[in-house]
T-cell receptor
């Protein structure tokens, strides 16, 4: 069974630009969560999507948004990038049936210059 | 909201010794406590988890204990090996509430196993 796939693995963007990251969950998983990982703040929850609906949201500004498609694939978008948005963005998928384990992808390393 | 504290931030052990990492949580509604191992350049990997109706769970060299009254849980790694060197994260969640699959993570422990 394939794991969680995130694309791209690395991105370099300029301040003020916007970026879209993609996540394909484990087959059959309908819940996708996004996390930001930085050395200073650690792992922080961004939002969770379940069946194309945002189920929960963390404390991030509105520049951070996401969506989920009918095949459970998810994208997150960051607009008007700031230097502080440089981070590893991680996606996790969970199955609503029989367990709540969250399985992470390898992440997208975003560098804002 | 939930707050998870993790100690120590770094841990150096000799190969073959045991390693213990401790976490405390603040929200008594939390009922699911996973542990993740993250190696350089990779995403966190779930290594063991425990639910609030269980006090201890073991999987080969890894065990987790939970004290609901004190709101703390611990990861124990016995007979450590060099491949156990990584950053370990604890997390807490209320899987029955509106929070869905939101995980609140501790700050991480960098474990170094010296051969």
């Amino acid at each position: 069974k394939a794991g969680v796939t995130q694309t791209p693995r690395y991105l370099i963007k300029t301040r003020g630009q916007q970026v879209t990251l993609s996540c394909s969950p484990i087959s059959g998983h309908r819940s996708v969560s996004w996390y930001q990982q930085t050395p200073g703040q650690g792992l922080q929850f961004l939002f969770e999507y379940f069946s194309e609906t945002q189920r929960n949201k963390g404390n991030f500004p509105g520049r951070f948004s996401g969506r989920q498609f009918s095949n459970s694939r998810s994208e997150m978008n960051v607009s008007t990038l700031e230097l502080g948005d440089s981070a590893l963005y991680l996606c996790a998928s969970s199955s609503p049936v029989g367990g709540t384990e969250a399985f992470f992808g390898q992440g997208t390393r975003l560098t804002v210059v | 909201g939930e707050n998870v504290e993790q100690h120590p931030s770094t841990l150096s052990v000799q190969e073959g010794d045991s390693a213990v990492i401790k976490c405390t949580y603040s929200d008594s509604a939390s009922n699911y406590f996973p542990w993740y191992k993250q190696e350089l350049g990779k995403g966190p990997q779930l290594i063991i988890d425990i639910r609030s109706n269980v006090g201890e769970k073991k999987d080969q060299r890894i065990a987790v204990t939970l004290n609901k009254t004190a709101k703390h849980f611990s990861l124990h790694i016995t007979e450590t090996q060099p491949e156990d060197s990584a950053v370990y994260f604890c997390a807490a969640s209320n899987v029955d509430g509106a929070a869905g699959n939101k995980l609140t993570f501790g700050g991480g422990t960098r474990v170094l196993v010296k051969p």
